[in-house]
T-cell receptor, first 110, second 114 residues
Framework: SQELEQSPQSLIVQEGKNLTINCTSS?????LYWYKQKYGEGLIFLMM?????EEKSHEKITAKLDEKKQQSSLHITASQPSHAGIYLC??????????FGKGTKLTVNP | GAGVSQSPSNKVTEKGKDVELRCDPI?????LYWYRQSLGQGLEFLIY????????KSGLPSDRFSAERTGGSVSTLTIQRTQQEDSAVYLC????????????FGPGTRLTVL
């Protein structure tokens, strides 16, 4: 099975700071999903990356896929308290099942 | 518009009892998924329904777990003879099967087995 490792597991930043979350796969990535989870709200789709080198942005969140390194990074610029939550990555493969990493818990202090 | 809804939001039960968790997907979505998230763990896939095809049950942890999807819409996840290790948040998601395969998640049902 494909394993996804996220780092860091937990991150605390001051409002306004930039941060990066990484997701590394044990197998080749054919694409990757990023989701954000807030307690009581389920998971919110952020973006899907399909091709190596692809980079997408959603508001102040940018994610990039590096297929050769079997990893993706998610970068938040000028973080805000609204960015707080758990960020989860999941591979996009031949199956429709999403096997997520354990997530990165982000806290943004005002 | 209405998103995916799940009920109940919280369920406390005694060990050995049966529980039913309900998921109402977004209208028109052909795919429906159940996941489980234990404390400190990632999402664990349980079961996947797609249209009228036979469900993919490969993630169900034991035969105490079962799920149905009636009329291609509402789904019920049933856990029989609950155990303490069944305590988790159970998440449901639906998907319209667009090119992004984006899944829309419900808020989850927090199950606590005493």
């Amino acid at each position: 099975s494909q394993e996804l490792e996220q780092s860091p597991q937990s991150l605390i930043v001051q409002e306004g700071k930039n941060l990066t979350i990484n997701c590394t796969s044990s197998k080749t990535l054919y694409g990757l999903y990023w989701y954000k989870q807030k307690y009581g709200e389920g998971l919110i789709f952020l973006m899907m990356l399909q091709k190596g080198g692809e980079e997408k942005s959603h508001e102040k969140i940018t994610a990039k896929l590096d297929e050769k390194k079997q990893q993706s990074s998610l970068h938040i610029t000028a973080s805000q308290p609204s960015h707080a939550g758990i960020y989860l990555c999941g591979p996009r493969g031949g199956s429709e099942k999403l096997v997520f990493g354990k997530g990165t818990k982000l806290t943004v202090n005002p | 518009g209405a998103g995916v809804s799940q009920s109940p939001s919280n369920k406390v039960t005694e060990k050995g009892k049966d529980v039913e968790l309900r998921c109402d997907p977004i209208s028109g979505h052909t795919a429906l998924y159940w996941y489980r998230q234990s404390l400190g763990q990632g999402l664990e896939f349980l079961i996947y329904f797609q249209g009228n095809s036979a469900p993919d049950k490969s993630g169900l942890p034991s035969d105490r777990f079962s799920a149905e999807r009636t009329g291609g819409s509402v789904s019920t996840l049933t856990i029989q003879r609950t155990q303490q290790e069944d305590s988790a948040v159970y998440l449901c998601a639906s998907s319209p099967r667009t090119t992004t395969n984006e899944q829309f998640f419900g808020p989850g049902t927090r199950l606590t087995v005493l």
